[in-house]
């Protein structure tokens, strides 16, 4: 994760307490850079998000599954011999 620091110097600890702020606020989130934007006795945090993959869930056959890599062969030939729709 990137700190950034505008318009003077910031403790550690203090950026430390801020980001510990957006992890409680945000605790699915990834982080990838924080600007902190020092105005006086105000700071103006920015964040991005980091991007997290995700799988894909579909049903077929009945299952709901991401890939069919654990599907045993009788399950595989249903999947192969079944009728698509298309929409």
Not at 1 to 17: D, F, L, Q, R, S
Not at 30 to 33: D, H, K, L, T, V
Not at 61 to 67: F, K
């Given at each position: 994760?990137?700190?950034?620091?505008?318009?003077?110097?910031?403790?550690?600890?203090?950026?430390?307490?801020y980001?510990?702020?957006?992890?409680?606020?945000?605790p699915?989130r990834?982080?990838?850079?924080i600007?902190?934007?020092?105005?006086g006795?105000f700071?103006?945090?920015?964040?991005?998000?980091?991007?997290?993959?995700?799988?894909?869930?579909?049903?077929i056959?009945?299952?709901?599954?991401?890939?069919l890599?654990?599907?045993?062969?009788?399950?595989?030939?249903?999947e192969?011999?079944?009728?698509?729709?298309?929409?």
């Open positions: 994760m990137k700190y950034t620091v505008i318009g003077g110097e910031m403790p550690h600890e203090e950026m430390e307490a980001v510990d702020m957006l992890r409680k606020k945000y699915e990834i982080f990838r850079e600007t902190f934007t020092l105005d006795d700071v103006d945090i920015n964040y991005e998000y980091d991007v997290v993959p995700f799988d894909r869930i579909r049903r056959t009945g299952y709901l599954v991401g890939s890599d654990r599907f045993n062969n009788a399950k595989r030939a249903e192969s011999q079944r009728i698509k729709h298309t929409v």
